[in-house]
């Protein structure tokens, strides 16, 4: 009913950058906060930065700083500038929008940090 489509991960080394982008309808971005969560084998599903229609951001304090999230109404999608890696920001990266308390999630991209 919500799909959300993710894009824009890969591999980078440790310090390095990726832009992940988030669409979704023009409804959904118009009327709920969007966020973006990742998740590494063996560990819940955390947030990373969520954006609502009015431009409010929030982050996790882990990313504080290295991390920017952006809205682009014209496409339809949710930004994550991601800078400065760390291995530990290896994980795949979903993009998800909760309505009443169900979570809609789209397929995830993949972000690898290594050397």
């Known amino acids: 009913q919500v799909p959300l489509v993710e894009s824009g991960g890969g591999l980078v080394q440790p310090g390095g950058s990726l832009r992940l982008s988030c669409a979704a309808s023009?409804?959904?971005?118009?009327?709920?906060?969007i966020s973006w969560y990742r998740q590494s084998p063996g560990k819940q599903r955390e947030l990373v930065a969520g954006?609502?229609?009015?431009?409010?951001?929030n982050y996790a304090d882990s990313v504080k700083g290295r991390f920017a999230i952006s809205r682009d109404n014209v496409q339809n999608t949710v930004n994550l500038q991601m800078n400065s890696l760390r291995p530990e920001d290896a994980a795949v990266y979903y993009c998800?929008?909760?309505?009443?308390?169900?979570?809609?999630w789209g397929q995830g991209t993949q972000v690898t940090v290594s050397s």
């Open positions: 954006i609502t229609p009015g431009g409010d951001t």
């Open positions: 023009r409804r959904i971005f118009s009327m709920y906060a």
């Open positions: 998800g929008v909760k309505i009443g308390v169900r979570d809609y």
